[in-house]
Structure formats: C-alpha cells, structure tokens
C-alpha cells in the first residue's frame, strides 16, 4: 500500500516557465511534508518542506502547497532553470512515528 | 551543507561476502535513517533509529542489520551478500527543530 504517490513519472518544461510536480498521500497522519530534488548515484537535497499548520510555503524560486482536504501537496518552480533536471520526490511524515515515506518520484527536464 | 558521510560510494563484491556500510553524521542528530533505492524507484525505509542503542525496521523488509553504539555513527550489515542486494543505499539523519532529514552520497553496492 502506496501511502505517498507521485502519479507523473516524468516532465518537461521550457525555461522560464513553471514547473508544476504534484504529490498525494494517503495517511490522515502525515504532517510534515518535504520535497528534495536528487541527481544519479548522490543523495537527495531538501528543497522545501510545509506542515500540516499552514496550507503555503515560498523560498524563492520554490513554493509549495498543501490541500488537506484533498491530501495532496504541489511544488511550483518558477522561473524554470535547466540546471533544475532532476527528479523530485516528495516525501510525507508523522510527529508520532518520525518516519518519512518517500513518493516514486517524477523526472523533471527543463528545456534551453 | 549537512555533514552526513558515506562510505563507500561504490562497491563491487562477491556473492557471500559480508559487508559493511559506513554513515556518520557530526551533527549530533538523535534519529537517523537507512534508506534503500533501485534506479527509478521510490526510497524504501529500511531501518531507522530515535538515538543511541535504538533500532527498528523499516517498512520494506531487509536482511541487513544496523547497531547505534554511537549517536554519530549508523552501521548497515549484510552478513551474506546476494545479487539480490544490488541497490543504492542511502543514509540520513533528523534535523532539529526543522525535520528535514539530510542525506549522505549514498553507497551503491553491486553484488555479483
């Protein structure tokens, strides 16, 4: 049972446009919710992260939203870099259990 | 910069071998975590710690074992090697008061 799912494996976008990546979680538990951004063969890099409190998250170019109700988080990428292709997860935890569920991930590729 | 460190970044061995994952972290983080990735896939939490002498698996079932003797050094052991084992192993630790878990290079591990 996939408790985190990324439905889109992959993504393109010109430079300069926004990247839009979308998360959704099952467990009514989760309140902390963290996106990372992975190259091949390293580790992930935290991007940004929202909790369960607030329902918005900017750091510069990086914004993420949390929709409860709907249990599903969005990253916005805005403007679009090519330096920014890689492939992101979110990734989803409880203050109860302190374990972080990882989504499959979604491959970004930004144009030139 | 996290200073969280993973040794080694590759390794090839032989079916049998036992083998040992090296992760330290100098930042006197309580709870760190081994993760394990094939290529596409999502992170699957294989082992997890709250602190010194604490152990506990994971939700995706590993043969390896793991001991926190230390609060800066998280071990992982596999006392057989299979092919089966091939897969990048990922390590990191909690951040306090923030959450964000801060990962290491990784190990890639190809067992033949």
């Known amino acids: 049972d996939q408790q985190v799912k990324q439905n889109s494996p992959s993504l393109s976008v010109q430079e300069g446009r926004i990247s839009i990546l979308n998360c959704d979680y099952t467990n009514s538990m989760f309140d902390y919710f963290l996106w990372y951004k992975k190259y091949p063969a390293e580790g992930p890099t935290f991007l940004i992260s929202i909790s369960s409190i607030k329902d918005k998250n900017e750091d510069g170019r990086f914004t993420v939203f949390l929709n409860k109700s709907a249990k599903h988080l969005s990253l916005h990428i805005v403007p679009s870099q090519p330096g920014d292709s890689a492939v992101y997860f979110c990734a989803a935890s409880d203050s109860g259990t302190y374990k972080y569920i990882f989504g499959t991930g979604t491959r970004l590729k930004v144009l030139a | 910069e996290a200073d969280i460190y993973q040794t080694p970044r590759y390794l090839v061995i032989g079916t049998g071998k036992k083998i040992t994952l090296e992760c330290s972290q100098t930042?006197?983080?309580?709870?760190m975590y081994w993760y394990q990735q094939d290529p596409g896939m999502e992170l699957h939490l294989i082992h997890y710690?709250?602190?010194?002498?604490?152990?506990e698996k994971g939700d995706l079932s590993s043969e390896s074992t793991v001991s926190r003797i230390r609060t800066e050094h998280f071990p992982l052991t596999l006392e057989s090697a299979r092919p089966s084992h091939t897969s990048q192993y990922l390590c990191?630790?909690?951040?306090?008061?923030?959450?964000?878990?801060?990962f290491g290079e990784g190990s890639r591990l190809t067992v033949l």
């Open positions: 930042m006197g983080h309580d709870k």
């Open positions: 990191a630790s909690r951040a306090v008061p923030t959450g964000e878990l801060f």
């Open positions: 710690s709250y602190g010194v002498n604490s152990t």
